[in-house]
């Protein structure tokens, strides 16, 4: 019979205490280590909860997630029951909590979790957008070239698309979303989900960046629409190089232009390439 222990992953409220699934009461109560993001936060929802935690607190986060890593899967491996908890939301999702998982699966320690809130299917539902596929797409960037980059590559993505975002950026992430993905594309800004001050703005994203131009605050969530079907593009090479140029102009980089384009002609890329490179080079 195996000793070793379960790791547990606990979704917390994203907003309101009482969205707190009904079996965290219980984990926190019997767990044999409390990993939490934030220990003053652990703290202030177990007070909320009425629950006294039994076991042992470390702290979790991004800082200390590799240092940490080792002597928790040990207590793991020793048959304790660790119970994983972030700020908000599901561990390991743009929170604490892979290295761990990975760790576990490695050393074959049975992983389980407790449902419960996450931000990212919460904003999707409520954003009036399609729901039956999506990515999600974490935090873009901080640098202005980096996220550019990063965007210019979702140009041609057709899956609704999720995105985390820092209040004090989000009018920089709307305005680089507009400019590589068109002020037209349909998305919404959900802020504060579930708490008092929830907030959701839908409308194109041109729109959203003079409504962000006034000051964004709280926890937001921002949700594009995928790329409309593409229109198919003709195989002669006067249409060919208008469709690479239309791309770039939406600020595709040439090299994901020309292949999106012998995508949509049916031709190989290698084509496409010598074509808009004047027939010098190679794909």
């Known amino acids: 019979?195996?000793?070793?222990?379960?790791?547990?992953?606990?979704?917390?409220?994203?907003?309101?205490?009482?969205?707190?699934?009904?079996?965290?009461?219980?984990?926190l109560a019997t767990a044999d280590v409390v990993a939490a993001e934030d220990t003053r936060r652990l703290k202030r929802l177990t007070t909320d909860l009425g629950v006294t935690v039994a076991g042992r607190v470390v702290s979790y986060f991004e800082g200390n997630e590799s240092a940490r890593t080792p002597a928790l899967l040990e207590a793991l491996l020793a048959g304790d029951r660790v119970l994983l908890v972030t700020d908000a939301g599901m561990p390991s999702v743009s929170d604490p909590g892979y290295r761990l998982v990975a760790a576990a699966v490695e050393h074959d320690v049975l992983v389980t979790a407790v449902p419960g809130p996450s931000a990212v299917l919460t904003a999707l539902a409520v954003s009036g957008l399609p729901v039956d596929r999506f990515c999600f797409e974490g935090f873009l960037?901080?640098?202005?070239?980096?996220?550019?980059?990063?965007?210019?590559?979702?140009?041609?993505?057709?899956?609704?698309?999720?995105?985390?975002?820092?209040?004090?950026?989000?009018?920089?992430?709307?305005a680089a979303m507009a400019q590589a993905l068109g002020d037209d594309r349909p998305a919404a800004v959900c802020r504060e989900l579930t708490k008092t001050h929830e907030e959701v703005r839908r409308g194109p994203l041109g729109d959203l960046v003079a409504w962000a131009a006034e000051g964004v605050r709280g926890e937001v969530t921002i949700v594009v629409a995928g790329a409309p079907p593409a229109a198919e593009v003709a195989s002669d090479p006067a249409s060919l190089l208008a469709a690479v140029a239309e791309l770039e102009a939406d600020g595709v980089r040439r090299k994901e232009a020309i292949v999106e384009v012998a995508r949509r002609a049916g031709v190989p890329k290698r084509d496409v390439y010598n074509l808009v490179h004047g027939g010098e080079g190679k794909a």
């Open 1 to 27: 019979m195996s000793t070793t222990g379960v790791l547990v992953l606990a979704a917390t409220p994203i907003g309101r205490v009482g969205d707190a699934p009904p079996r965290l009461a219980e984990e």
């Open 141 to 174: 960037p901080r640098k202005a070239g980096e996220r550019s980059r990063r965007l210019s590559a979702l140009a041609a993505e057709k899956r609704t698309m999720v995105f985390f975002e820092a209040p004090h950026r989000t009018e920089a992430a709307l």
